[in-house]
């Protein structure tokens, strides 16, 4: 079985600050992992995805993520945060061998404060 | 690009109505799903369909039903709508597992619809 924590479901970071959304997750298998961010009435947008290869992986929008298989986690990060960051994050993992089924954590709410 | 496109994006209805959400894709994915999201519980899953009639339920199907007679159109149905069914709806669709061009099974969201039952 697999699934995924987020832990904290609310973070607030400064405009220009670092950003550190944290992912861990459990799976049977190396999992591939996805990030996705959601804006204000709107569907869910890829942000960034592991599936093979690098490990340090970088998506739209400035974010990269990088996969430790050690700490099954894969955190979610930003150099400098902007006021259009502010989003709900979700973190997601998948089987690639036996499932086409997304598990997604509860989602994390980022706010840029000015 | 990959487009998936839901019927509504707001919708009120009544309690006992028959609610009706469609959902069409148009880059050919075999997987097509259905998710209501929650403040607090993040995604649910409620159905999903892996080719055309064929139909799996998630993790809370209860209240709902599911039809896909064409590919590319994925539906879900509130038999009888109830207050608690009030959420947000995401339909999604991908390419199989084992997909060979690098997409993986990279999920694709529409827009969503908001449902509101009174």
């Known amino acids: 079985a697999q699934s995924v924590t987020q832990l904290g479901s609310h973070v607030s970071v400064s405009e220009g600050a670092l950003v550190l959304l944290r992912c861990n997750y459990s799976s049977s298998v190396p999992p591939y992992l996805f990030w996705y961010v959601q804006y204000p009435n709107q569907g869910l947008q890829l942000l960034l995805k592991y599936t093979t290869g690098a490990t340090l992986v970088k998506g739209i929008n400035g974010f990269e993520a990088e996969f430790k298989k050690s700490e099954t986690s894969f955190h979610l990060t930003k150099p400098s945060a902007h006021m259009s960051d502010a989003a709900e994050y979700f973190c997601a993992v998948s089987d690639p061998y036996t499932g086409n089924q997304f598990y997604f954590g509860t989602g994390t709410s980022l706010t840029v404060i000015p | 690009d990959v487009k998936v496109t839901q019927s509504s994006r707001y919708l009120v209805k009544r309690t006992g109505e028959k609610v009706f959400l469609e959902c069409v894709q148009d880059?050919?994915?075999?997987?097509m799903f259905w998710y209501r999201q929650d403040p607090g519980l993040g995604l649910r899953l409620i159905y999903f369909?892996?080719?055309?009639?064929?139909?799996e339920k998630g993790d809370i199907p209860e209240g709902y039903s599911v039809s896909r007679e064409k590919k590319e159109r994925f539906s879900l149905i509130l038999e009888s709508a109830s207050t608690n069914q009030t959420s947000m709806y995401l339909c999604?669709?991908?390419?199989?597992?084992?997909?060979?061009?690098?997409?993986?099974?990279?999920?694709?969201f529409g827009p969503g619809t908001r449902l509101t039952v009174l």
């Open positions: 369909s892996y080719d055309v009639k064929m139909k």
């Open positions: 999604a669709s991908s390419l199989k597992a084992y997909d060979t061009s690098g997409g993986g099974n990279t999920q694709y």
């Open positions: 880059m050919d994915h075999e997987n």
